[in-house]
DNA sequence: CACGAGTTGTTCGAATTTGAATCAATGGTT
DNA sequence: AACCATTGATTCAAATTCGAACAACTCGTG
């Protein structure tokens, strides 16, 4: 017995689609970071939701949250940005486990240089390829599907 | 002078639906495989491409092309499922250099009892989430970008 | 105040990934 | 036949990833 609902050909064109261009989008644009501006993917991403931060800092967990990383990823890559001093580690004074982390200038500096070529890159492989009306799609049902997996892992 | 075309809130919208998405879907999907059958997300996408293929066997750079995984993560790949007898490697008669990987009656066995629940776990989190129109964007506009992306590294 | 459950971030080891270097073999050209 | 640029796959070291275990701490309750 087998009540399984495979998938039809609407449905896999759509699911392969997907799983193609999310592997190779996220290839090409981590290549054109690192070879523009040295910066990986995930810390590209971290200097992003740090500047857009209140203060340009956050706690370790929140910045974990709806990111790629793990927990301890995260940590991982934090220590390295340490090290290049983009960002720089702050202990939270109303609780002593907490963590903040915070954005430098030098780190404001580096993610100003490399926006405009990141844009320019993530324009040429998807947002300037798509119409209006499959770049609402994305953003709607994408945007749903990340909300539902947020919320049931979380 | 700053001549860059950023995003404004419609693409923006999309293009981080589609970065969230494509981090929480893989991670999701990747925990489903491993506790259900004991396969990660590329060796099971190795054994779909590979049942797919005519005689269940493609050249070692074939399966390469299109995947999520350089030339090298590939051979170590291959070699991980080599040890637990899901494909075996066949040297090419009419090039020496060459290596099909071969799908063996084991590693079929293996994904057709892993099949159900991918595709139960893929509908799920991707595929019953999204209206019919949603389905046709994605199919057609991640189509288009991931057929740009492969010629252009290709 | 003491206790115990839950939280926060790090550390640890193992698995995986990548690019560069390597080795071998092919095919075309002279 | 000799040469040389390419191709096919592997090996290697280094970087990154993850989950589980851990240590330190907070908070609510008794």
């Known amino acids: 017995m087998d009540g399984t609902r495979w998938l039809d050909e609407r449905e896999m064109r759509a699911w392969r689609g997907f799983l193609a261009a999310s592997a190779l989008v996220n290839r090409h644009l981590d290549q054109q970071l690192k070879d523009d501006s040295g910066l990986s993917h995930p810390q590209y991403e971290i200097l992003v939701r740090l500047a857009a ?3 340009g ?10 990111l790629i990383n793990s927990k301890s990823g995260l940590t991982y890559q934090v220590t390295q940005m340490e ?3 983009l960002v720089r580690r ?5 609780d002593v486990r907490g963590v903040f982390a915070v954005l430098t200038d030098a780190g404001r500096a580096r993610l100003e240089a490399a926006a405009p070529g990141h844009v320019t ?3 040429e ?4 390829v798509l119409t209006p009306a499959q770049l609402d799609a994305l953003a709607d049902g994408l945007g749903e599907v990340s909300r539902r997996l947020r919320e049931q892992g979380g």
Chains 1, 2 share one sequence.
Do not use: I, Q, Y
Request: proline share 7%.
């Open 121 to 123: 890159a993530v324009r």
């Open 57 to 66: 800092e956050l706690r370790m967990t929140e910045l974990a949250n709806g």
């Open 53 to 55: 931060a209140p203060d």
């Open 125 to 128: 492989v998807l947002v300037d």
């Open 90 to 94: 702050r202990s939270c004074p109303s």
């Open 83 to 85: 090290k290049a001093g």
